[in-house]
């Protein structure tokens, strides 16, 4: 629905989407497992990611999430699986750190 992330924060911020016919607008709202994603039924909202949509297509999809380009409807289907996540960090450090803060 977005181009970025940085776009995608900027549009959930706006309150474009809908997380289970709810307005959300905290980008780092966690969705869960069957959760339905949905644009805002606003003039405004549809045609910004229609216009995303037709001017960048819908790249590589998470086998975690499915997506409907005509119903600009979004699903969660399951937790992402860790192997998906291509950044390249060391969980033990992580915890580590964090347990030295307490």
Do not use: W
């Not at 900027?10 to 905290?26: A, E």
Request: proline share 4%; hydrophobic share 35%.
């Amino acid at each position: 629905m977005a181009p970025t992330v940085s776009a995608a924060r900027q549009i959930v911020n706006h309150g474009h989407i809908l997380v289970n016919n709810q307005s959300v607008d905290i980008p780092s709202y966690q969705c869960k497992p069957q959760d339905l994603i949905t644009v805002q039924n606003r003039k405004g909202s549809r045609k910004l990611i229609e216009n995303n949509l037709e001017t960048n297509g819908v790249n590589e999809l998470p086998n975690h999430l499915t997506f409907n380009g005509s119903s600009l409807l979004g699903e969660v289907k399951s937790l992402v699986q860790r192997d998906f996540i291509s950044l390249k960090i060391n969980e033990l450090l992580v915890v580590e750190y964090y347990s030295r803060k307490v």
